[in-house]
Nanobody, 121 residues
Framework: QVQLVESGGGLVQPGGSLRLSCAAS????????MGWYRQTPGKQRDLVATITSGGSTNYRDSVKGRFTVSRDDAKNTVYLQMNNLGPEDTALYYCYSEITPTRSRTKYAYWGQGTQVTVSS
């Protein structure tokens, strides 16, 4: 089985910073793209940032210049450094990864359980 476990969410004041982490574990043969999505109540889940296995990154416009996605393949972990946070960044953040499990030839999408980020004074 493969699972993604997130950490690092919490309450932060406007202008503050947080770093999210997401570690993939289990029967993993290969990891491809990794990244982060976020969702607020009553709205769809939106892409925040992704990073390919080659290191190419993609960000939603509203976080460009403030958020940085990175990965450590030795640890099967993806990070999201969030700076200059604003109330509009308040959401449940989900980790995402494309993984081929061992004994499989298929790439699957896996999601973490979500970690809450609240930006408020």
């Amino acid at each position: 089985q493969v699972q993604l476990v997130e950490s690092g969410g919490g309450l932060v004041q406007p202008g503050g910073s947080l770093r999210l982490s997401c570690a993939a574990s289990g029967s993993i043969f290969s990891i491809y793209a990794m990244g982060w999505y976020r969702q607020t109540p009553g709205k769809q889940r939106d892409l925040v940032a992704t990073i390919t296995s080659g290191g190419s990154t993609n960000y939603r416009d509203s976080v460009k210049g403030r958020f940085t996605v990175s990965r450590d393949d030795a640890k099967n972990t993806v990070y999201l450094q969030m700076n200059n946070l604003g109330p509009e960044d308040t959401a449940l953040y989900y980790c995402y990864s494309e993984i081929t499990p061992t004994r499989s030839r298929t790439k699957y999408a896996y999601w973490g359980q979500g970690t809450q980020v609240t930006v408020s004074s």
